[in-house]
């Protein structure tokens, strides 16, 4: 069943309880969620309504909101509440309104049932935001939050979501174990997580006690990429930001200006809005600097950081000798002696920054077909040993290193040992050095 969460914390910090008010001056109650600087991502149905004079005259935002619908208050303040923002809507009424029937909506209805609000104030700054993502065209489990009628707080909800074959949806039911949230909650996110951050796949347009069903962004992908990046013009030019982070895992958000992030300990990451190829990474031994190619003044300096998080993917930065995304690159190369796929990298970079151990990276490479076709199924110290020389090095062992690895494995290393320490040498580290000098795309 659904539970209340707080909140406080990351994503749940990026829920929005919305308050519309149409012309008729009736108000009604939807839920969103922050994906952008100054984005908020719900549904058509919250925002336009052709029984009560069209689009809503007025509309609240109350950001990582707390709110009890059994008092009729919020619990606890919001973290952020814009009662008075301008605001501007890409959405599609004529699509989801289609027939005369406005109370219910069929599936070719809720396929267009997303409206994305753009806002005259950074609040995703504040408190951070989700990515948006396409292409889940499976079923999956997935997760959502909102803001159901009769609940206490905000809802989290885990759903076993399955995609529509003609249209654009996704579907979720109760009775295979899924969490499902009632009236209150259109508008709300259906979203993914990975270690790169939460992304947003759908938004909830209809349901019942016993089913959910959400929009899926997919459909819609390109028109909201493009407004998120347009109504940033919304927003008053801002001075520079210096953000320092935290011992932990910090996500940064940037903004128009030209921004200072330095990141500490843990797995630091900037989230930028817009597509990769909006913007010119450059990196020294210090530091990196991405500059935004629409406008050259807005420069970012970053130290300390490990990932960038864009619209289409991440960008890892972690690549010196011992970092995450660089040794799972050249672990991937060793094992296999070919420049790594996107998805496979990114499968184990996940894998590591998840706690597995590069033994345990390596145990996996030796254990699949494509390794076994590579070196045999069965060679002698030796034999293998010549063979990491001339995959990893790409060159002859020489007598004393040689001589010193049939030492080490006569003495306890591993094989998989072995393959790490060929993998991570400095010869090489510098071998590859070139790869990834502007970093590591994953996609």
């Not at 290393?413 to 502007?438: D, K, P, R, T, Y």
């Amino acid at each position: 069943m659904a539970t209340e969460v707080s909140p406080a914390r990351y994503p749940y910090s990026t829920a929005v309880f919305i308050k519309a008010t149409f012309a008729s001056g009736d108000v009604y109650i939807g839920s969103g969620s922050v994906v952008g600087r100054n984005d908020i991502l719900t549904a058509t149905h919250v925002v336009y309504d052709p029984d009560l004079g069209g689009y809503a005259t007025r509309l609240e935002f109350y950001v990582g909101a707390d709110y009890n619908f059994r008092t009729g208050r919020f619990d606890s303040t919001p973290l952020v509440s814009l009662t008075d923002a301008d605001w501007q809507v890409l959405a599609y009424p004529n699509q989801v309104f289609q027939n005369s029937n406005n109370n219910t909506l069929t599936q070719a209805e809720s396929q267009y049932d997303v409206a994305l609000i753009g806002l005259d104030v950074a609040v995703g700054d504040q408190v951070g935001y989700m990515g948006l993502a396409s292409g889940y065209n499976q079923s999956i489990w997935a997760n959502s939050f909102g803001y159901p009628g009769g609940s206490t707080g905000l809802m989290y909800g885990s759903a076993y979501i399955h995609h529509d074959a003609r249209y654009s949806t996704y579907t979720a039911y109760a009775y295979e174990g899924s969490d499902i949230l009632d009236r209150g909650s259109s508008g709300g996110p259906l979203y993914v997580t990975d270690s790169t951050g939460s992304y947003v796949i759908g938004v909830k347009s209809s349901g019942s006690s016993t089913v959910d069903v959400w929009a899926d962004i997919g459909l819609v992908y390109d028109d909201l990429i493009g407004f998120i990046a347009s109504n940033d013009a919304m927003l008053a030019t801002t001075t520079a930001a210096v953000q320092t982070g935290t011992t932990g895992n910090d996500v940064f958000f940037a903004s128009p200006a030209a921004d200072h992030f330095q990141g500490l300990d843990g797995l630091d990451s900037v989230s930028y809005n817009g597509l990769r190829s909006s913007y010119e990474v450059s990196r020294n031994d210090t530091l990196t600097n991405v500059t935004r190619l629409a406008a050259t003044e807005d420069r970012d300096t970053l130290t300390g950081i490990e990932r960038l998080k864009f619209q289409d993917g991440t960008l890892a930065l972690d690549t010196g000798a011992g970092q995450t995304a660089g040794s799972a690159y050249r672990l991937y190369q060793a094992a296999l002696d070919r420049t790594p796929d996107t998805g496979g990298l990114r499968y184990w970079v996940t894998s590591i920054d998840n706690g597995e151990s590069l033994l345990s990276v390596a145990n996996g490479f030796m254990a699949s077909e494509e390794f076994r076709t590579l070196y045999g199924a069965s060679q002698t110290q030796s034999e293998l040993l010549t063979a990491f020389y001339r995959n990893v090095l790409n060159r002859e062992p020489d007598a004393g290193g040689f001589n010193y690895w049939i030492n080490e494995l006569n003495s306890g290393l591993s094989i998989q040992g072995m393959l790490v320490s060929f993998s991570e040498s400095s010869e090489n580290i510098a071998n590859l050095a070139g790869n990834m000098s502007q970093g590591i795309w994953l996609g």
